[in-house]
């Protein structure tokens, strides 16, 4: 079956996240995904949690985190660990070694920690996927990222780097999975089965988000 999942979406977790998870399991309902990676910004959402919030919400929900290395972003899915700060390379051999899925978020994109052309080049080896369409990133940069991607024949996905839940699957991964539980998901993504979808951000919802986001902040 063809699944509809958005692969990188921020809670309220992360410091710039506006939006609870309810908000964010009903408004991908509402635009009919299928699931969700919750993605927060250096808070790792493990297995048992997310397959706790699966049963509660009534949406597959996927563990991730995105890490902040220094030399840019890097998403894993289904994390075993904490990476505590480790750099690039180290993450992403740590990741593999314990069974996890890697994926190089928004990689040609400078203003959104993009890891560039090098650095990308660099994980090649470690099978990672490549977020060929992020909706909060321009065009331009999608387009380096899709051309990367195919030139390395790496397999590629998309997120709708919603920090607010009415951006959710704006960007969504099209998965060929048997079913729709999180183990066989995991495996289908794993294995590339996957497929960019979507478009981006409207300018209403991206302005939506940094007012939310400010008044967050003023509110402490």
């Known amino acids: 079956m063809l ?12 410091p710039d996240g506006c939006s609870s ?20 910004h250096d808070l790792i959402l493990g297995e048992s949690d997310a397959l706790k919030l699966s049963c509660e919400l009534g949406t597959l929900v996927i563990p991730g ?10 998403i894993v899915l289904n994390p075993k660990r904490e990476f505590g700060g480790l750099p690039l390379r180290a993450v992403a051999e740590s990741a593999r070694q314990d069974g996890s899925i890697l994926i190089i978020p928004h ?25 060929a369409l992020n909706a ?6 999608n387009s380096r990222a899709k051309d990367f991607a195919l030139r390395n ?41 996957t497929a960019p979808s979507g478009g981006r951000t409207s300018a209403a919802t991206a302005a939506k988000t940094v ?3 400010l008044i967050r902040r003023i509110r402490g």
Not at 21 to 40: P, Q, S, W
Not at 109 to 129: R, T, V
């Open 107 to 131: 990689p040609m994109d400078p203003l959104s920690h993009g890891i560039g052309f090098s650095e990308a080049s660099s994980l090649i080896l470690y099978s990672p996927l490549i977020e």
């Open 136 to 141: 909060s990133t321009l065009n331009r940069y």
């Open 3 to 14: 699944l509809k999942i958005d692969l990188h979406v921020h809670t309220d977790r992360s």
């Open 211 to 213: 007012c939310t986001r």
């Open 21 to 40: 998870i309810g908000e964010i399991a009903e408004a991908a309902k509402r635009k009919g995904l299928d699931g969700v990676a919750i993605t927060d």
């Open 65 to 74: 985190v995105e890490l902040s290395t220094p030399e840019g972003h890097l």
């Open 153 to 193: 024949s790496l397999p590629m996905v998309a997120g709708s780097d919603a920090h607010l839940a009415d951006a959710v699957g704006d960007a969504f991964t099209v998965v060929d999975s048997p079913s729709c539980d999180m183990a066989s998901v995991l495996s289908s993504i794993s294995i590339g089965k």
